[in-house]
């Protein structure tokens, strides 16, 4: 039986994944605020998730494990337009430390990098890999349009340790009603996103 490694930023990325799984195990695994083992097509899957960006990505996987191969997964933003919500990209991703959040944003990535996405964690995840001497692949679901601009500057809204702040974050939408119809889009996009990425993992060989 092989082990793969399934690193995440966020619980919710994983949502279609464990909807097409068999029995959930919660895994003891220090560092890593999210952590599940599953049994999938004969294999071990351990989805890790621990916040976004890389500093994130190394307290989860300070300790080197045992694995067959570590794969990157969860959203990520277009930078191509040609990518809709739902998109899966698995080529043609960087890196950045903050979220981007405008289409002007995004559109200078594009032509600073000539990427497809943006992510927060591939980078740092692709690094471990090569220090554990194993092989890594990103397979990411777009969540907002190269064209979109996100309802909020989601980097304020962040807690000390990095992570997201719901709690913030809904503040936020309520001291300012007008954004809740982008949030509720981005939502929709995510719970997309989400679904497209455990359909491509149910029909993919590894």
């Known amino acids: 039986m ?34 599940r083992e599953v049994e999938w097509k004969g294999d071990r899957w351990w989805l890790i998730a621990n916040g976004p960006g890389p500093k994130l990505v190394r307290d989860a996987l300070g300790e080197r494990r045992d694995v067959h191969g570590i794969i990157s997964t969860g959203f990520c933003g277009a930078l191509d ?40 964690e591939f980078e740092q995840v692709g690094a471990i890999a090569r220090e554990w001497g194993v092989p890594v692949r990103a397979i990411r679901a777009v969540s907002d349009a190269a064209a979109e601009d996100l309802p909020l500057d989601f980097n304020r809204y962040r807690d000390k340790n ?42 993919s060989e590894f």
């Open 2 to 35: 092989r082990t793969w490694l399934v690193v995440a930023a966020e619980e919710r990325e994983f949502s279609g994944i464990l909807a097409r799984c068999g029995p959930v195990r919660t895994l003891p695994w220090p560092g890593a605020a999210f952590a």
């Open 81 to 120: 337009p040609a990518l809709a919500p739902g998109s899966i990209v698995q080529t043609g991703i960087v890196s950045w430390p903050r979220v981007a959040i405008t289409a002007l944003e995004k559109r200078s990535l594009r032509e600073l990098t000539g990427a497809a996405a943006v992510d927060m």
């Open 162 to 203: 990095g992570r997201f702040s719901r709690g913030r974050i809904a503040f936020a939408a309520l001291t300012r009603p007008w954004v809740i119809p982008g949030l509720l889009h981005l939502e929709r996009n995510c719970r997309l996103a989400a679904d497209q990425l455990g359909e491509f993992f149910a029909d």
